[in-house]
Every structure is written in structure tokens, then in C-alpha cells.
């Protein structure tokens, strides 16, 4: 979860934003959250993609795709 963005940059096309961010990690023995900052890249392309970094406490976890359902639109904030 990331509330606000603390970093953003658009070419109208693309998007980066970053900020920081709370994982929320379920297991068998219950909830745990990891505090840390979430960097995201989006592309508003044939096809649209996204990937993302998010590090904290000592966990990194990273995701990265295709958007096959769906549509990312890429402005520029005002």
C-alpha cells in the first residue's frame, strides 16, 4: 500500500513514482508488515507493462509484466 507519492516523473508515455510503502506478508502464523519504499515503472504502449521494486527491512521484492487485462493510461501531473 502506498498512499502518496513522494517521486514522479511522466514523458506522457511512460511513469515512474516511488514512495514509501507498507508490504502486508500472510502466513500460517498470521500478518506481518514490512515497511519500506516502492519504485514503479509503467508504460502506456502496445503492449502496456509495469514492473516493481519494493524494499524494506531486509526484503526485496520485485514484479515485473505484460498488463493483459485492462488499460494503462500515462498522463503528466498537473
Do not use: Y
Amino acid at each position: 500500500m502506498m498512499r502518496n507519492a513522494e517521486r514522479f516523473e511522466s514523458d506522457g508515455h511512460n511513469a515512474a513514482f516511488s514512495g514509501r510503502a507498507v508490504a502486508v506478508l500472510k502466513t500460517r502464523e498470521g500478518t506481518r508488515e514490512v515497511h519500506g519504499v516502492v519504485h514503479v515503472r509503467v508504460a502506456d504502449g502496445q503492449p502496456d507493462a509495469i514492473a516493481l521494486v519494493f524494499e524494506g527491512e531486509g526484503h526485496r521484492f520485485a514484479f515485473e509484466g505484460r498488463v493483459v487485462r485492462g488499460e494503462i493510461v500515462v498522463g503528466q501531473r498537473g
